[in-house]
Nanobody
Framework: VQLQASGGGLVQAGGSLRLSCAASGRTINRDTVAWFRQAPGKEREFVAGLFRTGYSPYYADFVKGRFTIARDNAKNTAYLQMNSLSPEDTAVYYC???????????????????WGQGTQVTVSS
């Protein structure tokens, strides 16, 4: 499967962006999908994850109700709506999918077998 992340860009603090992750070559409807991010000089970190049911999303603490992960199985696509962005959110955002994630592993990058190429999000102050 190939994951294509898009929707990044430059936005002012307080603004919003919607990231998309389109899958091709295989359905991800049965997979857990997730978003991670990596800022310069930092390790990749978990942002949000969503099981195939679409219920009970998982979020990193720093999201604090600002981001929403969603999926459209008909389009084989996952999304990350990001509101109230701050300069600390500047990073490359990656989408990922896994057919074997469980609750205890959803935040672990090693769980995910497929990764998108990343999309740059830059938030100016």
């Amino acid at each position: 499967v190939q994951l294509q992340a898009s929707g990044g860009g430059l936005v002012q603090a307080g603004g919003s962006l919607r990231l998309s992750c389109a899958a091709s070559g295989r359905t991800i409807n049965r997979d857990t999908v997730a978003w991670f991010r990596q800022a310069p000089g930092k390790e990749r970190e978990f942002v949000a994850g969503l099981f195939r049911t679409g219920y009970s999303p998982y979020y990193a603490d720093f999201v604090k109700g600002r981001f929403t992960i969603a999926r459209d199985n008909a389009k084989n696509t996952a999304y990350l709506q990001m509101n109230s962005l701050s300069p600390e959110d500047t990073a490359v955002y990656y989408c990922a999918s896994s057919g074997s994630a469980i609750a205890s592993s959803v935040r672990d990058a090693r769980t995910y077998h497929y990764w998108g190429q990343g999309t740059q999000v830059t938030v100016s102050s």
